[in-house]
């Protein structure tokens, strides 16, 4: 059975950084894609980031490019999201989330109904 953690969340002031974990466990395909969403207090979750199963291959929601780093060690099964200059719109719940297969050109990366398993979440919070 395939299950995934989330951590590393918890309390940040305006500016500063948190790195986010997320371990696998149980998948028995080879190549999985893995991303990143999260879910603002009173909103739809979004899209923040997924990666390729080489890890070669990170596709970033607009407000997360060139603050957020996604990268993965597969022989950690592992999966973490840098998160650089937080701010109070950054608070909300982050879901790390993986699929039966890596992505391709053209995957939807983006679409929640890509994704086959689901973590339950860490919350971050930023304070301005």
């Known amino acids: 059975q395939v299950q995934l953690a989330e951590s590393g969340g918890g309390l940040a002031q305006a500016g500063n950084s948190l790195r986010l974990s997320c371990t696998t466990y149980g998948h028995t395909a080879s190549y999985f894609g893995i991303g990143w969403f999260r879910q603002p207090p009173g909103k739809e979750r979004q899209f923040v980031a997924a990666i390729d199963w080489s890890g070669k291959n990170t596709y970033y929601a607009e407000f997360a490019k060139g603050r957020f780093t996604i990268s993965r060690d597969n022989d950690k099964k592992l999966v973490s999201l840098q998160m650089n200059s937080l701010d109070s719109e950054d608070t909300a719940m982050y879901y790390c989330?993986?699929?039966?297969?890596?992505?391709?050109?053209?995957?939807?990366?983006?679409?929640?109904?890509?994704?086959?398993?689901w973590g339950h979440g860490t919350q971050v919070t930023v304070s301005s």
């Open positions: 989330a993986s699929r039966r297969e890596t992505f391709y050109a053209g995957s939807q990366y983006s679409l929640q109904s890509q994704y086959d398993f």
